[in-house]
């Protein structure tokens, strides 16, 4: 077992799309590319009140993945065939933060996936990254029925971890859903650059580098 410093923290929480995977501005910014589409198109139609809607329904699994593909692609204009794999073909493991949950966990930090989940089917966003296997929790949106920034979520998976939010550090690339887990007393830490996050987490849990 790897061996932590004398740290606050027994618990880390973790958000998936754009903390354990790629930044999604450039996961976002590749699929325009490949897409053909102008660059913001993503954005303006995720900032429209219909495509806040679908986000929200589809993370509480109040729709399915093919109902957003069909929905989303009319908001870009762009055709709907398999359209969250499109998206998220670039969403891929974020490789320093994946392996300092991995020796975190090995030095007796209990350790959680918070995350606003986007659907299994047709597309598996989670798959090969072998969750279950790798995290002490997983806590998906469509499965519990509630999703970020409700800080009935954050409870929850703190109740599941067996730590207290004064324990534990959570990062996440919004700023809201940070805004939430700080106003329970959880350590907020902003996931925008996988290194720095690497760096910070290793150093708040007291975690010897890795050579």
């Given at each position: 077992?790897?061996?932590?410093?004398?740290?606050?923290?027994?618990?880390?929480?973790?958000?998936?799309?754009?903390?354990?995977?790629?930044?999604?501005?450039?996961?976002?910014?590749?699929?325009?590319?490949?897409?053909?589409?102008?660059?913001?198109?993503?954005?303006?139609?995720?900032?429209?009140?219909?495509?806040?809607?679908?986000?929200r329904q589809l993370e509480l699994a109040r729709i399915s993945q093919v109902d957003w593909n069909?929905?989303?692609?009319?908001?870009?204009?762009?055709?709907?065939?398999?359209?969250?794999?499109?998206?998220?073909?670039?969403?891929?493991?974020?490789?320093?933060?994946?392996?300092?949950?991995?020796?975190?966990?090995?030095?007796?930090?209990?350790?959680?996936?918070?995350?606003?989940?986007?659907?299994?089917?047709?597309?598996?966003?989670?798959?090969?990254?072998?969750?279950?296997?790798?995290?002490?929790?997983?806590?998906?949106?469509?499965?519990?029925?509630?999703?970020?920034?409700?800080?009935?979520?954050?409870?929850?998976?703190?109740?599941?971890?067996?730590?207290?939010?004064?324990?534990?550090?959570?990062?996440?690339?919004?700023?809201?859903?940070?805004?939430?887990?700080?106003?329970?007393?959880?350590?907020?830490?902003?996931?925008?650059?996988?290194?720095?996050?690497?760096?910070?987490?290793?150093?708040?849990?007291?975690?010897?580098?890795?050579?």
């Amino acid at each position: 077992m790897v061996k932590a410093g004398a740290s606050a923290y027994r618990g880390l929480i973790l958000d998936f799309f754009g903390v354990l995977t790629f930044n999604m501005v450039e996961v976002i910014s590749a699929f325009e590319g490949r897409e053909g589409i102008a660059r913001g198109t993503f954005l303006r139609a995720w900032a429209d009140p219909r495509g806040q809607e679908l986000f929200r329904q589809l993370e509480l699994a109040r729709i399915s993945q093919v109902d957003w593909n069909n929905g989303f692609a009319a908001l870009m204009g762009v055709a709907p065939d398999n359209l969250m794999a499109r998206y998220l073909h670039d969403a891929f493991p974020a490789y320093p933060v994946v392996e300092v949950a991995r020796q975190a966990r090995a030095a007796g930090v209990r350790t959680a996936v918070l995350s606003n989940s986007l659907g299994r089917e047709p597309y598996d966003p989670y798959a090969g990254f072998d969750l279950v296997g790798s995290f002490d929790e997983v806590v998906l949106s469509a499965e519990v029925g509630l999703r970020k920034p409700d800080p009935a979520i954050f409870r929850l998976v703190l109740d599941r971890l067996g730590v207290s939010a004064e324990e534990c550090l959570f990062v996440d690339d919004s700023e809201q859903n940070l805004a939430t887990a700080a106003e329970l007393g959880i350590t907020p830490v902003l996931g925008l650059d996988e290194k720095v996050v690497a760096g910070r987490l290793r150093e708040s849990l007291r975690l010897p580098g890795l050579f």
